[in-house]
């Protein structure tokens, strides 16, 4: 095609209320009572197919545990090589389709989820992954919507970047090849739209894909397959399969093709594929890309200053929504002493409000911890907190007869390093330390090296100083860096996210910096006067 062509520019998705009696609420009401009177059985997709294998998981609301909402089919290591093969096959079309076309297909399935899906895809994640429906909204619908429509903006943008005006004679070119072989993406179970968003940028940029989702996210993960289908997505592009994580890598990270992770998880499993890709390094064709964002335990840190309201409010958001299972979740809160007098109070009188229970109840505000295993790992937490004889502020029960729900408890830190100071527990359970206000200058240390992680953290002071010493002194405790408001709910196009240290690669999710990395980048030097003489004028004789 002949044209420069401009895309419609990339605005952040509108987050919808849901408010009581708005047309909203009423449709994803609908959404939720429809999709629970089904029972799905779930295919995985590979090249054009849709297979079937009868080894079947079965898929269940973490908050209702004993309601089916369907089955998957699980795979095994012949399906990962039938993957491979299938994105092998589907790479020379792709790789050389034009990438206003591959835009197309993107910007399509974000306008089907901002209104054909928007409430299949949230009641899902409301469904399986126990995300109420506000957590949903900004997540499966609002973050999802805009990784697609912002990647497409930020693909563009790379291409644009030329190399400088030319000598005369000469043209200079740069090109934006895919990576050769493909790309596996691995998710979590956490966002819907981080399994979106791993998949389809790497594909955006022409490669194709292994996709391993979370087996707790097949559900929401199956639906955005077929929307990518229906937005145009060519068969064999994304390869969305079910397999056990240690079984799926050993496939692929002894293939030669392999070309890149495109990783979301924890820091442990994330280390342990890195420790793989190592030791095959000898056999693949290229040095393959490595992105993972990966754990964290992210701080708030309270100046003497800091307003007590906004901490209180920052500390329930930030800890409680989505029970505490966001990699940004605070989790270690340091306040000072002549500020926890006024903070306490309000803090039990708030926390006295929350409402834990299933997501369909729209008055939850905690719901339920993703399963089982989830459930026992973080009640154990509490239980050796009791044993310890640690204070338990609020909270400190959980129930799993019906669904995984653990209340949100609040424990009072015995020592500023006890294990919840420092340790991922990702639940509901928010660990705080009290320290004296003549500590101030020595809290950054101690923030900084409580954790191996660095992903959030935040400030909360009225005095500027205070702010502009914290944002100096921690400027490697966290990736994402906040003053005055809790350390989640990055935005798209706004706050680009990712953290270093045991945080990941940084290679910061739904930003340019993120793009580039599955680009393979071919410089093009085009002479139009060549040399027919190979002497320079130097040679010459005196
Ligand atoms: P997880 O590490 O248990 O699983 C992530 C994925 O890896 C899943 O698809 C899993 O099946 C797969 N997997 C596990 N072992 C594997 C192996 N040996 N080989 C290949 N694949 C394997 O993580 P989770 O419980 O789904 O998610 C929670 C974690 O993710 C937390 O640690 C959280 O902090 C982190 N997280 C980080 C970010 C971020 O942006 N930094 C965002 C969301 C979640």
Redesign the pocket.
């Given at each position: 095609m002949n044209g420069f062509f401009t895309i419609p520019p990339a605005v952040n998705e509108p987050v919808y209320a849901y408010a009581p009696g708005s047309p909203e609420r009423a449709h994803l009401k609908a959404a939720l009572a429809e999709a629970r009177a089904m029972e799905l059985d779930v295919p995985m997709y590979i090249g054009g197919q849709e297979v079937r294998t009868g080894q079947l998981s079965r898929m269940a609301p973490p908050h209702d545990h004993a309601h089916t909402l369907g089955h998957f089919h699980v795979g095994d290591a012949s399906h990962v090589h039938q993957a491979i093969q299938a994105a092998m096959a589907a790479k020379p079309a792709w790789e050389a389709m034009p990438w206003e076309q591959r835009a197309a297909i993107f910007l399509k399935a974000a306008e089907l989820f901002s209104s054909k899906y928007r409430y299949a895809i949230n009641a899902a994640t409301m469904l399986a992954q126990s995300k109420n429906a506000f957590q949903a909204e900004i997540d499966a619908a609002c973050e999802l919507i805009d990784f697609l429509n912002f990647n497409v903006q930020f693909m563009v943008e790379i291409y644009s970047e030329q190399p400088p005006a030319q000598s005369k004679g000469i043209w200079n070119r740069l090109e934006y090849r895919p990576l050769e072989g493909f790309v596996f993406a691995?998710?979590?179970?956490?966002?819907t739209a981080?399994s979106a968003n791993l998949p389809t940028a790497p594909a955006m940029m022409g490669n194709v894909v292994v996709w391993?989702?979370?087996?707790?996210q097949v559900y929401s993960a199956q639906l955005l397959m077929r929307v990518f289908k229906e937005a145009g997505l060519p068969d064999g592009v994304i390869n969305l399969i079910y397999t056990p994580?240690?079984e799926?890598?050993d496939v692929v990270f002894r293939h030669p093709e392999f070309s890149g992770l495109h990783?979301?998880?924890?820091?442990?499993?994330?280390r342990?594929?890195w420790k793989l890709i190592g030791d095959n390094i000898s056999t693949y064709k290229s040095y393959p890309r490595i992105v993972g964002?990966?754990?964290?335990k992210d701080f708030i840190l309270a100046h003497p200053s800091a307003e007590p309201k906004a901490l209180v409010a920052a500390m329930i958001r930030g800890a409680f929504e989505f029970q505490g299972?966001?990699?940004s979740a605070a989790s270690r809160v340091y306040i000072p002493r002549s500020l926890w007098v006024q903070v306490k109070p309000h803090l039990l009188a708030e926390m006295a409000t929350l409402k834990v229970g299933p997501t369909e109840d729209f008055r939850n505000f905690v719901n339920a911890v993703i399963d089982e295993r989830a459930f026992n790992k973080i009640a154990a937490y509490i239980e050796q907190a009791k044993k310890d004889g640690v204070e338990i502020l609020c909270g400190g029960n959980g129930d799993k007869s019906s669904g995984y729900f653990i209340e949100p408890t609040i424990l009072m830190a015995p020592s500023a390093q006890y294990r919840t100071m420092c340790e991922?527990i990702?639940g509901p359970v928010l660990t705080i330390w009290i320290y004296e206000d003549a500590e101030w200058p020595n809290m950054f240390k101690l923030v900084d090296t409580t954790s191996e992680y660095a992903?959030t953290g935040a400030i909360f002071a009225q005095d500027r100083y205070a702010v502009a010493e914290a944002t100096w002194a921690l400027r490697n405790s966290a990736g994402n860096f906040y003053i005055n408001d809790k350390p989640t709910g990055a935005v798209v196009g706004q706050q680009p996210?990712?953290?270093a240290r045991g945080?990941?690669t940084n290679d910061k999710?739904g930003a340019k910096v993120n793009l580039l990395r599955w680009t393979s980048q071919r410089t093009i030097k085009e002479t139009f006067h060549s040399p027919i003489d190979y002497r320079y004028p130097f040679l010459g004789e005196e």
């Open positions: 691995v998710t979590p179970f956490n966002f981080i391993k989702p979370s087996e707790t994580g240690p799926t890598g990783f979301t998880g924890s820091t442990g499993v994330f342990t594929m964002e990966t754990g964290g299972q966001k990699c991922e990702f992903l996210f990712g953290g945080s990941g999710a």
